[in-house]
Every structure is written in structure tokens, then in C-alpha cells.
């Protein structure tokens, strides 16, 4: 079968043909109909994976120690040859799809042959037959087209950050970090009667929020943005914050704690840094919490 991958050392993806994989206890043998490309997570690792070796090695500093104390141990050759070893592989792609079930393995239950399914987690990647296990595997209703039942992992992902922020009707909400996490958030918290406001760095991320129905849709650079959330908020801040970004910077944290309200909540949905600044999170005795992609049972 096919299965698209990396090569870690250059970055240069492949469709190989690899062995399919054998139906072992808990899991679930799909026929992937389609998969989703992520276009954060999946961007990153293409663009980490194509960086010079000094760039790797600066963005990956945890690991070039380790790197070193294994080379003192183990001798310069054979750590050499370790890490050429691993560049060199082909690494897998992908964890969101969907597709029919072929088999399935006799400790699984309420799943059968031919159920239409959505798959989520490292084995449901770009392939075209996927092992995933029970707890990632979800029937869809009859009749689902199977292209919108493909996302339906990342949008469990953005369904996990509202979940962590206790949303109540009628709650004032931002979403900092408009990409396809941060859209489908700023969708489930309309659907749940809550009013979104979204900030991105990106002026295509907030046309495309516009286009979807959101008026309160600002760039993250917007002169005086901490009193326009105030302002829409009667000047008590919003109720709660979710973090749908990706980066190094520690901005995102630190002006959620600057618009959220006192007692109000932080959920960090995205990969971003948590040395932030004291002060807002003390004085307003902020409510900090991390969203685990899909949440219980990945």
C-alpha cells in the first residue's frame, strides 16, 4: 500500500510503498476514504525537517545535549552513526482521516465491517490503510460524507479547548490564533451561544473569519487591542481565552492575561511557550489550563 512520508535529513516527502499493517488487539483496520493535511502541525514538522543542520540544532537544543552526553559515553562514531541513522529515515505523516472499516479485532466492540469511521492520532495519518486503535476510532452517522467526517479529529481538538474553558451561554470569548483550530473554535463557541472574539497576526485568517459571520475580528497588531476588548466587554475583560496559536513567542500568553477578566480562564490549546509575565495572572488570580489535543482516551 501507499503511504506518504518524510525523510528527516532533507525533508523530502514521499508516497512508498510500505507493508499494510496487521490487525493486533484494540485496533481497527481502515480503508482510508480521506485524510486531512494539517497545515499547523503538519506545516511545522515539513518546514523543521527541511532546516540546515545548524538550524535543527538550534531549534532543538534539548536534543543536541542529549546528543553529547551520549557521544561522551558511547564515543563520537557511534553516536554519528546513531543520528544519521535516525535523519535518514522516512518518518510517517498525518493524524486525521476517515474511511471504511475492513477489519476488526475480536476485543473491539460496537464497530463492524463496513462501518464508516473517523480516526484520529499518529496512526491515522496519509495512508491507504490505517491501524488505529479503538479509543481514536468513532462510527459517523449513515449518510456523512466522508470528506467531512476526515476532520473530524482536528475539530475534536478545537471541541477539547472549549470544553477546558467551561464556556457558558452567553460568554464573551477570544480566540487568539485563526487557523483551522482556531476557526472551527470560534464556530463551536457560536454554535454554543457564546460571542467570539478572534485575533490573529494573519489579515487572511481574519477575512476568512469575517466572511464566516464574525464582526469582532482583529489583527494582533492593532494599535490600543487590549482596550477594544475592554470595550466590547463593558470594561470587565473577556470570560475566558483560548489559545489557538503556534509559536516561540510569548506574546500570546501574555495578552491573554492582559484582556482576560478577573478570575477568568486560559486555555492553551496551541504549541506556545508558559514563562509569562506575573503580573495580570496574580492580580487577577487567573485560571491557567492546558487542552490535550482530542482529550480523554488518545
Not at 489557538?244 to 478570575?263: H, M
Amino acid at each position: 500500500m501507499k503511504q506518504l512520508t518524510q525523510n528527516l535529513k532533507d525533508g523530502a516527502m514521499l508516497a512508498r510503498e510500505v507493508a499494510r499493517p496487521v490487525l493486533s488487539p484494540g485496533k481497527v483496520l481502515v480503508r482510508t476514504g480521506y485524510s486531512v493535511i494539517s497545515g499547523g502541525t503538519e506545516g511545522k514538522t515539513v518546514s523543521d525537517a527541511r532546516k540546515s543542520y545548524l538550524e535543527k540544532a538550534k531549534s532543538r537544543q534539548k536534543e543536541v545535549k542529549q546528543v553529547i552526553e551520549l557521544a561522551k559515553s558511547t564515543g563520537i562514531r557511534e553516536t554519528y552513526d546513531l543520528v544519521m541513522n535516525k535523519l535518514e529515515a522516512y518518518s510517517a505523516l498525518g493524524y486525521a482521516c476517515a474511511g471504511t472499516v475492513i477489519d476488526v479485532a475480536g476485543d473491539v466492540n460496537g464497530m463492524k465491517i463496513g462501518d464508516v469511521v473517523a480516526c484520529g492520532g499518529a496512526d491515522a495519518g496519509h495512508a491507504e490503510v490505517v491501524s488505529v486503535g479503538k479509543n481514536l476510532c468513532a462510527r459517523v452517522h449513515e449518510g456523512t460524507d466522508v470528506r467531512h467526517a476526515a476532520i473530524a479529529t482536528i475539530a475534536a481538538i478545537a471541541m477539547q479547548g472549549v470544553r477546558q474553558a467551561e464556556v457558558n451561554l452567553g460568554e464573551r470569548v477570544a480566540v487568539i490564533g485563526l487557523g483551522l483550530i482556531g476557526q472551527l473554535t470560534m464556530q463551536l463557541l457560536s454554535a454554543g451561544g457564546a460571542e467570539a472574539i478572534g485575533i490573529d497576526i494573519d489579515s487572511r485568517q481574519i477575512e476568512l473569519a469575517k466572511k464566516c459571520g464574525f464582526r469582532n475580528v482583529f489583527p494582533a497588531s492593532q494599535e490600543g487591542l487590549a482596550q477594544v476588548v475592554a470595550d466590547l466587554t463593558a470594561g470587565h475583560g473577556v470570560d475566558a481565552v483560548i489559545i489557538t496559536a503556534g509559536t516561540s513567542s510569548l506574546q500570546p500568553v501574555n495578552f491573554a492575561g492582559e484582556i482576560c477578566r478577573k478570575k477568568g480562564k486560559v486555555v492553551i490549546v496551541g504549541a506556545v511557550p508558559t514563562g509569562f509575565e506575573r503580573k495580570h495572572y496574580y492580580r487577577k488570580e487567573l485560571d491557567l489550563r492546558m487542552s490535550s489535543s482530542y482529550g480523554p482516551g488518545r
